[in-house]
């Protein structure tokens, strides 16, 4: 059974727009939700990070809104550019020794078209 | 900076063969994962493990298996390789049994099985 629900699977934005990713969870115990950016050949990186005590996070061009009640989470991508073409994969983390721990989404790639 | 190194970027090997990927990381994580990655699929678990020779099969374990005998290294083992483990393969690592703890990834290794 799929943790987090990521969508959409793909997604076509033009230059300066605004990207849109979704995730949904069901686990309350899930305490801490980062977004990875993955570049074709390379491994993920985190991009940025939440805790579900706060309802929003921004860093650069990038957002994260958080809606605790609804168990919902979205990644916004502001003025997205061509070099932000990448899959983006959600995550949940929960605190737990001795078990996995970390559930991602199923990804989302994202293509910015000039 | 955490490093997460995986021993090859990419791999040919042969149906049939025994095959090692290798991976270390440099920050004395307890948590490591390997993942496989497939075009539409997603992060997909193979294995886990929370501590030296402590190990967790993840969602799709069968023709794998896993080896942790130091802190720093896991490994993975294609017992006998066939073609439909050609993929890509990802390993990473974080703090255990504490949240707000993301994972590292390495670069990923490319396994062609021929």
């Known amino acids: 059974q799929q943790q987090v629900k990521q969508s959409p699977q793909s997604l076509i934005v033009q230059k300066g727009g605004i990207s849109i990713i979704n995730c949904a969870y069901e686990n309350t115990a899930f305490d801490y939700f980062p977004w990875y950016q993955q570049f074709p050949g390379k491994g993920p990186a985190l991009l940025i990070a939440?805790?579900?005590?706060?309802s929003g996070k921004k860093e650069g061009r990038f957002t994260i809104s958080f809606n605790k009640s609804a168990k919902q989470f979205s990644l916004h991508i502001m003025d997205s550019q061509p070099g932000d073409s990448a899959t983006y994969f959600c995550a949940a983390i929960r605190d737990q020794t001795g078990a996995n721990n970390l559930f991602f989404g199923t990804g989302t790639r994202l293509t910015v078209i000039p | 900076d955490v490093k997460v190194t995986q021993s090859s970027r990419y791999l040919v090997k042969r149906t049939g063969e025994k095959v090692f990927l290798e991976c270390v990381q440099d920050?004395?994580?307890?948590?490591m994962f390997w993942y496989r990655q497939d075009p539409g699929l997603g992060l997909r678990l193979i294995y886990f493990?929370?501590?030296?020779?402590?190990?967790e099969k993840g969602d799709i374990p069968e023709g794998y298996s896993v080896s942790r005998e130091k802190k720093e290294r896991f490994s993975l083992i294609l017992e006998s390789a066939s073609t439909n483990q050609t993929s890509m393969y990802l390993c990473?690592?974080?703090?255990?049994?504490?949240?707000?703890?993301?994972?590292?990834f390495g670069q990923g290794t490319r396994l062609t099985v021929v």
């Open positions: 990473a690592s974080s703090w255990g049994g504490t949240a707000n703890t993301e994972a590292f």
């Open positions: 920050m004395d994580h307890e948590n």
């Open positions: 939440i805790r579900p005590d706060v």
């Open positions: 493990s929370y501590d030296v020779k402590m190990k």
